[in-house]
Structure formats: structure tokens, C-alpha cells
């Protein structure tokens, strides 16, 4: 009985070893393919944070006046509080227009290598004043984000604080710093793939380490990888299969409006999957609203694999651990208007 215990004491501790050793391999591989978040906002290059350009940002994200009609302002298309995204397939903007694209999360975007689907923007900043003169959402003017600005009286002093020394600090181009430096405070840490990344184990269950084991071997980390879980390459959307027109319209030809090099015709940004639970719908025409389907579509379209259900809902299980805490964002007490302010322009909606 005593040898029967002991042996089966034995087999017991190999296959606990064999277990650990699985998981820490496991934990090993996603080490060297992703990086958890950090707690604290990346510097941007040039663009140096101070707390009166970040409240200066914020007032600025927040406030509508920025755009033609005073009905749109760039929380409209990337809503703090709910995934930084609009939970549209396209978001309107001026004139009840509709804009050509799904609008990407906010939330993360310093971590991207460029911006927009497209990727026409090089960083944040680049970024920031694209919607403001764009006439499907905002369609102001330069001259007249400043003539605006310069109309409230209490941006002045914010201004002043957030640039100093600068003879006129209500510029176009430090609208767009100060944005930029509030987009770059909306990161979501302490997601539980961060914590396991860190090397919790215990932070993600069975079924989501299942799911993560297949996103890896199955193909997904090879774009979709870095801090952002993507968000760092270009990739053709249909590699082994076309999607169809109503995932992939056809006249959306994505970077290559950007460049014009024939190879990069229906190339995009690879999304970040932070907080993809959460930011629905998905792709750049925002036409699948269930994740589980956009995992399928991604398994035949990039990959050339048919998932099971069981795959696909493994890889679902796992894309829900990353979603992170999400940004505390106190709305600002906006400058108020005085009779001289600019009213919003006659034809806006």
C-alpha cells in the first residue's frame, strides 16, 4: 500500500511539474510577444506634459465650439467613458454627414505607430487637428479654431499657463500640442493580461490562458503584438480570403490614398485589441458587431483557418482580459462665451 501511495505521490508531483512548466512556458512565450501598460503616460517627443497643458487639453477635447456648429467636439467620436470609441459604425459629424470609416479607440493611441486607419497621421499631435478641419466632422478652418478661441476670454490665461513665455500662445499648432498631450493620459493599465504578463499567474483563468496559447500558435501575435496588442504594422486585410464588400467595401482602398504604391491597395493599420471587448463595432467599416465573429472573419481572412466554436470562443475569453482600467476623466468647466464670441457659422446643423 505504502509503494502503491508512493508512486502515486510521484506521478502527482511529475505532473504538477509538467503543468507548471507548461504555464511558465506559456507566460514565457507572451513575455516575449507582448508588454503590459505601464501606470504612467509616455512623454510625446517635442511636446513636453505639463498639468496646465493636460487641463488645457481636456477643456479643448471636451469643448464643441471648436467646430463649425458648436455641436461637435472630439469627446462626439471618442467618448470618454465608454471605450473612447462612439459605438457607430461611422460617426456623424457636421451636417448630419457620415464619415468614411469607423472611429478607432482613443484610448491608447500614443501607442500606435501612426494614426487613423490609414495611418495619414504620424503621431498624436498630427493627429489632433485632422477632424477639426475635416468637412465631414468638424469643418472649421485654422484661421477660425484661433479667431474662436481667441473670442473666449478664458482661454487666454490657460493658454498662457500651458505656454509661457510665448508673445501669442493661441496658435493651431498649440491646439493640437495640447491635445495631444491629454489624448497621450488615456491609457487603461492593470488589464488582467497586464498582470499576468507581470507574472501573475493566477491572473487570467484556464480558459483565457487556452485562448491566449491559441491566438499565438494560431497566428494572430504575428501582427497583432507589442504593448498595444497591435496598433505598430500595416497589414493587407484579405491575405488568404476576401472578406466580402460589406466587411471590405471596395472603394475603401485604406493606405494606399495615403501613398499611392499599388502594393498598398486595402492595407490598413492593424488595430490595437485593448479594450476590443468593449469598443464594438469592428473594422475600419464597422459592420461586425459581435467579437466572436470578428475573431472567425480574422481566422479565414488573415490566417486561412476555419476556427471551431471552441477556438473562437477561447480566443474571445482571452481578448476580454484585455481590457484595462479604464481613464477617471472629470468633465472641465468650459470658458463661457461673451457677446463678442464667434456664434456658430450660419448652415451649421
Not at 488568404?240 to 493599420?269: H, M, N, Q, W
Not at 481590457?323 to 462665451?337: A, D, E, M, N
Request: hydrophobic share 40%.
Amino acid at each position: 500500500m505504502r509503494r502503491a501511495i508512493s508512486i502515486l505521490l510521484v506521478i502527482f508531483a511529475l505532473l504538477s511539474y509538467g503543468l507548471a512548466w507548461s504555464q511558465s512556458s506559456l507566460m514565457k512565450q507572451a513575455q516575449a510577444l507582448f508588454k503590459p501598460i505601464p501606470t504612467s503616460p509616455p512623454s510625446l517627443p517635442g511636446n513636453v506634459a505639463t498639468p496646465a497643458k493636460v487641463a488645457l487639453g481636456q477643456m479643448l477635447y471636451f469643448d464643441p465650439r471648436l467646430s463649425e456648429s458648436h455641436a461637435i467636439s472630439c469627446n462626439s467620436c471618442h467618448m470618454i467613458g465608454m471605450g473612447g470609441v462612439d459605438l457607430q459604425s461611422k460617426s456623424l459629424g457636421h451636417r448630419w454627414q457620415y464619415g468614411g470609416r469607423n472611429a478607432p479607440t482613443v484610448y491608447n493611441a500614443v501607442y500606435d505607430v501612426a494614426q487613423f486607419w490609414d495611418g495619414r497621421a504620424k503621431d498624436l499631435q498630427a493627429q489632433a487637428g485632422g477632424p477639426l478641419v475635416n468637412p465631414l466632422e468638424m469643418d472649421t478652418t485654422e484661421a477660425h479654431v484661433v479667431e474662436q478661441l481667441k473670442g473666449i476670454p478664458g482661454y487666454g490665461p490657460a493658454f498662457a499657463k500651458a505656454f509661457p513665455g510665448m508673445a501669442d500662445p493661441i496658435t493651431f499648432d498649440d491646439v493640437r500640442k495640447a491635445i495631444a498631450v491629454f489624448e497621450a493620459t488615456l491609457i487603461t493599465p492593470d488589464a488582467p493580461f497586464d498582470r499576468y504578463l507581470m507574472g501573475n499567474e493566477g491572473a487570467l483563468s484556464a480558459s483565457e490562458k487556452e485562448g491566449l496559447s491559441l491566438f499565438m500558435s494560431k497566428g494572430c501575435a504575428a501582427c497583432h503584438n507589442g504593448i498595444n496588442v497591435g496598433g505598430g504594422m500595416y497589414a493587407k486585410f484579405g491575405v488568404i480570403e476576401l472578406p466580402g464588400a460589406r466587411i471590405l467595401p471596395p472603394g475603401d482602398k485604406g493606405r494606399f490614398a495615403v501613398t499611392r504604391t499599388a502594393s498598398d491597395e486595402y492595407v490598413f493599420k492593424v488595430p490595437s485589441l485593448r479594450n476590443v471587448a468593449i469598443t464594438a463595432p469592428y473594422f475600419h467599416s464597422g459592420q461586425v458587431w459581435d467579437l466572436r465573429e470578428a475573431v472567425a472573419i480574422m481566422g479565414s481572412s488573415q490566417l486561412g483557418a476555419k476556427l471551431t466554436d471552441d477556438q473562437i470562443n477561447k480566443i474571445t475569453l482571452f481578448l476580454g482580459s484585455l481590457t484595462g482600467k479604464q481613464p477617471r476623466i472629470t468633465l472641465p468647466i468650459l470658458p463661457p462665451s461673451v457677446t463678442s464670441t464667434p456664434r456658430p457659422r450660419p448652415g451649421a446643423r
